[in-house]
């Protein structure tokens, strides 16, 4: 079964793209992943287009593609990944990446080829599904736990196990046996 799926009738909005913005490739589609999610990929034509028009762009896919589906679930849990060739200084980064409108923005860098099956799959295996991720737990030996005196004594006498007063006041007042034991001891 296939993950990503192209829209259905791309060439309409594929060519509004290109119309409006430099761009080198562009890719809409839909992550079935529980739900659709829809994932789309832009790839301007160099760094300065990119810093110019993502937001004009964000707003653009916004209006003229996530508005008009019907699903309130895929309106809110849509991507768009900026791709570029070359490295985004941080400041333009961190701007793309936090901005709140819309869309959950991720930039990748240094992708020197134009987008693909493959990248769409890598894309969304390291950023959305994590199913590269490995897990190596490995089972340590934990010398047995031993209690604290001091700490064990002054939960005993104080009214932190026996009474429903506010948590705080019975930390405080915990802490505060602990502070009297510890300074008579010095």
Do not use: C
């Amino acid at each position: 079964m296939e993950l990503f799926k192209d829209i259905d009738n791309k060439e309409e909005i594929y060519n509004k793209i290109k119309e409006s913005f430099n761009v080198k490739n562009v890719s809409i589609g839909n992550l079935i992943f529980g739900d659709n999610v829809p994932i789309v990929f832009i790839q301007f034509n160099d760094l300065n287009d990119l810093e110019k028009y993502w937001k004009e762009f964000n707003s653009f896919i916004t209006a003229e593609y996530l508005i008009k589906l019907k699903n309130d679930f895929s309106k809110w849990n849509s991507y768009v990944f900026y791709i570029t060739e070359s490295t985004v200084e941080k400041p333009l980064k961190y701007e793309i990446e936090n901005n709140k409108f819309s869309t959950r923005k991720i930039v990748i860098e240094s992708i020197k080829h134009a987008i693909d099956n493959n990248m769409i799959k890598n894309i969304l295996s390291e950023h959305i599904i994590n199913d590269n991720i490995k897990f190596g737990v490995e089972n340590q030996n934990i010398e047995s736990f031993s209690k604290n005196e001091i700490i064990d004594k002054a939960i005993k006498t104080t009214s932190f196990n026996k009474s429903n007063l506010i948590k705080e006041e019975n930390l405080l007042e915990v802490l505060n046996h602990l502070e009297k034991t510890l300074s008579n001891e010095n």
